[in-house]
């Protein structure tokens, strides 16, 4: 008789034991939960940015960008012919 009461104080206190580390697991799994949706959010939020930048990257980058702002600085498509001299035989007879 004394042998089954405490079997039985010893299986409650492992009940109760138990249930209050379930209860404090549970409540740190759930602030992790929170932690962990704002910092999916974050990501998301950082590549639709590098999306966006990519883009103007391609924009900006492009010759006919290039062009037009060379175009706009002054710079002009003309292409001056630089001559040092006549044409120079390649091999002497003698």
């Known amino acids: ?18 249930s209050i580390v379930r209860m404090a697991v549970s409540n740190a799994l759930s602030t ?5 949706s704002s910092i999916q959010d974050n990501i ?3 590549k639709k940015d590098n999306l966006i930048l990519s883009q103007k990257i391609y ?13 706009a600085l002054g710079f002009s498509d003309e292409k001056s012919r ?13």
């Open 59 to 71: 924009q900006l980058s492009s010759l006919t960008n290039i062009e037009n702002n060379a175009t």
């Open 1 to 18: 008789m004394k042998r089954t009461k405490l079997l039985i104080a010893i299986f409650l206190g492992a009940i109760i034991v138990l």
């Open 82 to 94: 630089v001559e040092l001299g006549g044409p120079l035989p390649l091999a002497i007879k003698q």
């Open 32 to 36: 992790d939960g929170i932690a962990l």
């Open 44 to 46: 998301d939020q950082y």
